[in-house]
């Protein structure tokens, strides 16, 4: 593939310079370094990151933020740049994802075909070779995470952020993801889902992989060696998935009321009732 600087690679990072630079050795190796502009947004590392990639890696461009960007304050940021920079397509790469050879290429070849399109790789876990990550759909009550096969490709209301591409016209659309309601987790989802509303076609490609573990932990309520009151400030701690302003944020959005139903089931009514039950039975 020749040179395409209108494509943007955007790696939000913060204290993980192995990882980092793990990613941008991976990219290199594959002409990925030459074919892209690559950009890496580093919210405040203290460990040297900043540093090792301007070091090793004098082509890379870097934004810098404070440590409150997190993860969608960094993707906002870059996608910010990169629109101002004449942008045409935005690449979602977080650090952590290892992109197969062409993975980028194919991913912004199938967006090109397609107007109005948002397409994601799938992702399997190194070890295992098991799917990790993918996208979503929605039922009338839940949110269920979907994988699609090799060489098939699977209609989606929202992706996982892993490896995504996305066209120009989504932020002329529905503008930059939403860094104040959700910081760290879920505006993948969000973002790929408002885009579908407004018309575009969400889509995860079988055909295109990447490797990356599912570092996501689900802490069973009933078998955790933590007390309630620890589990409940889970949901304070931006970092958690179960930050309850983004999480209600999200259910709210994708299922309407019923998301508010079910939050209010799953984070009170049935949190409180399996740790009472764990009271009677200690």
């Known amino acids: 593939m020749l040179p395409n600087f209108s494509v943007y690679v955007l790696i939000p990072v913060h204290n993980r310079k192995a990882i980092t630079l793990r990613c941008l050795n991976h990219l290199a190796a594959q002409g990925g370094l030459d074919l892209f502009q690559i950009v890496v947004i580093d919210d405040g590392s203290t460990d040297g990151t900043p540093d090792a990639i301007r070091t090793n890696f004098s082509n890379v461009k870097i934004l810098s933020g404070d440590g409150n960007l997190w993860w969608t304050g960094a993707i906002a940021k870059g996608m910010q740049f990169a629109y101002s920079q004449g942008a045409e397509y935005f690449i979602w790469l977080n650090d952590d994802c290892l992109p197969e050879p062409t993975a980028i290429e194919q991913l912004v070849q199938f967006c090109q075909n397609t107007p109005k399109q948002i397409a994601g790789a799938q992702s399997y876990d190194p070890d295992t070779k098991q799917p990790s990550y993918g996208g979503f759909r929605k039922r009338w009550n839940r949110i269920e995470p979907v994988n699609v096969k090799d060489q098939e490709t699977l209609s989606c209301d929202g992706l996982s952020g892993n490896l995504v591409c996305i066209p120009r016209s989504a932020v002329d659309s529905i503008g930059y993801p939403n860094a104040r309601i959700f910081p760290q987790y879920y505006c993948d989802v969000v973002y790929t889902y408002e885009a579908k509303q407004h018309g575009f076609s969400v889509c995860l490609l079988g055909h295109v992989m990447a490797y990356c573990k ?47 139903i079910k939050y209010v089931y799953d984070m009170h009514i049935r949190f409180f009732g399996i740790f009472m039950i764990r009271s009677f039975i200690k």
């Open 214 to 260: 599912d570092d996501h932990s689900r802490e069973s309520w009933l078998k955790t060696q933590r007390n309630w009151q620890q589990v409940w400030t889970d949901r304070y701690s931006i970092k958690h998935q179960h930050y309850w302003k983004a999480h209600l944020a999200y259910l709210a959005k994708l299922l309407g009321p019923m998301g508010v």
